[in-house]
């Protein structure tokens, strides 16, 4: 039942459905609007009531994609009024769960986990509390009355993207490189200072360190990767070797074991495979490949001269974890076939300066090359055999491109330029590329960027020590 002063709480019975389960696994709370204005009939009004801090309005912007909640505090109010628990948001128990044994049995536990079915006694609606169906197990889709959300905030525009935060701080030189793990709730930056930091970003509008440094590299941390099942950090040093890390606890985050050598030079670049169990490293003129199965125990697979006539900088997978992409400072890029990488690697000419950093879209058929010159070219690789442009090319006019980014739906790239801005360019057209927002607040060279899984939140790294945080 409806608690007695009437304000909506979430239904058990919705509870219970697998896609609001899934929704606020996601913390997609315009899923999950959605579904309790569906299944409970309760409109964006009686949403936003028992939450201190939410509106009507927001809650229509949210319904409608138009705005994301992302702030933990939100989240835990938006939890503790609607009585939603705290594991199905990835928060702690809250205090209304602990069972109070005046007041009789606690409820259920939701998505599957209740020991036995839940028994609707009531459902909510527009109108209040009515009778189940004799029939109704809580899986079926009633037929509430549709109310129109729209109309109180029609002129309502997605929010620009902008910085959240304070600036992560803490390194003692130059930050070139950041990595987001899958969940994205932990970031890893390294610096030429030569440590690894891990930070909490589950609240990105206050991260926080997570644990000490990670030490061991003797000179700069060039590159970190995190394995696809965010349990494994890898990270490429100057000193010429490469670390695994268990970050199975970021708090204490420590070495897997002795360090991968054999690399002639400074490691650039390292590269998780798709399916987490290959790891790519380059140094000056190499590729190395290593079998990171077990991180405890990793093996070289093998290694091969590449052809770059000066060093070799980026790499980087593809889709399907069979064609790998180098970039060079001989202003080329190659592509391998990972399985037979003697055969030689195709190359792509025309960049007139370094090519600084490597990204594959989402679907795997388009490779982006940012280079020094300030341009980015788009190749399709379709036919890694045939590779050739696509579209036209990205300019960043006299300012070089140090990084590039594609967020998960592949409709946009962000770039990051010695100007010490981040551009957003939209690839919704491939023939038509069009560059967004300029995003500021870095006072030098962006070296890094990368989204988050949800492509919610962009991370950049930069020369002037610090990461930043943006809202995409």
Not at 23 to 36: E, I, K, Y
Not at 137 to 142: D, F, H, P, V
Not at 298 to 326: C, E, Q, Y
Not at 342 to 365: C, D, I, K
């Amino acid at each position: 039942m409806p608690p007695a002063n009437g304000l909506y709480r979430v239904s058990w019975q919705l509870l219970e459905r697998d896609e609001m389960c899934a929704a606020l696994r996601a913390r997609d709370f315009g899923a999950a609007f959605r579904l309790m204005k569906q299944y409970d009939g309760a409109s964006q009004d009686r949403i936003a009531s028992p939450v201190e801090g939410l509106t009507q309005s927001r809650v229509s912007r949210v319904m409608r994609d138009k705005e994301r909640i992302i702030s933990i505090h939100l989240i835990e109010r938006i939890a503790d009024g609607l009585r939603i628990p705290g594991h199905l948001l990835r928060l702690a128990p809250r205090p209304w769960e602990i069972p109070d044994p005046a007041s009789g049995p606690a409820p259920p536990n939701a998505c599957g986990d209740a020991p036995a079915p839940v028994t609707p006694t009531a459902l909510t609606t527009p109108e209040g509390p009515v009778p189940p169906p004799a029939n109704y197990t809580g899986r079926e889709r009633l037929p509430f009355v549709e109310i129109d959300i729209s109309a109180d905030d029609s002129a309502q525009r997605s929010p620009s993207p902008h910085s959240i935060g304070r600036p992560l701080a803490g390194h003692a030189g130059e930050v070139r490189s950041v990595a987001f793990a899958a969940d994205g709730r932990a970031l890893a930056s390294g610096s030429v200072d030569g440590m690894v930091r891990l930070w909490d970003v589950t609240d990105p509008a206050a991260p926080h360190p997570s644990g000490n440094p990670l030490t061991g590299h003797t000179d700069g941390v060039m590159s970190v990767a995190f394995a696809p099942d965010g349990r494994t950090l890898a990270t490429g040093g100057a000193d010429g070797t490469v670390r695994l890390w268990d970050i199975t606890d970021s708090t204490a985050a420590h070495s897997s074991g002795n360090p991968l050598t054999g690399h002639t030079g400074g490691v650039m670049s390292v590269a998780f495979a798709p399916d987490g169990r290959t790891l790519a490293s380059t140094d000056r003129r190499k590729v190395w490949l290593w079998d990171v199965t077990r991180p405890t125990r990793p093996r070289r697979i093998r290694a091969w001269s590449t052809g770059h006539v000066n060093g070799v900088r980026p790499v980087a997978f593809a889709k399907d974890g069979s064609t790998l992409a180098t970039g060079s400072t001989d202003g080329t890029v190659r592509l391998w076939n990972v399985a037979e990488p003697h055969s030689g690697g195709t190359p792509l000419t025309g960049h007139n300066g370094e090519v600084r950093s490597l990204a594959f879209a989402p679907e795997g058929r388009t490779l982006a090359a940012a280079t020094a010159d300030g341009t980015v070219r788009l190749w399709d690789v379709t036919n890694p055999a045939v590779p050739h442009l696509s579209g036209k090319l990205l300019t960043s006019r006299t300012h070089g491109v140090l990084a590039a980014a594609f967020a998960p739906d592949g409709r946009t790239l962000a770039t990051g330029s010695t100007d010490a801005t981040i551009r957003l360019w939209d690839l919704t057209d491939p023939t038509a590329q069009r560059p967004g927002k300029t995003l500021a607040g870095h006072t030098d060279r962006v070296t890094s960027a990368v989204f988050t899984a949800d492509g919610r939140i962009l991370a950049t790294g930069s020369t002037d020590t610090t990461v930043r945080l943006w809202v995409i």
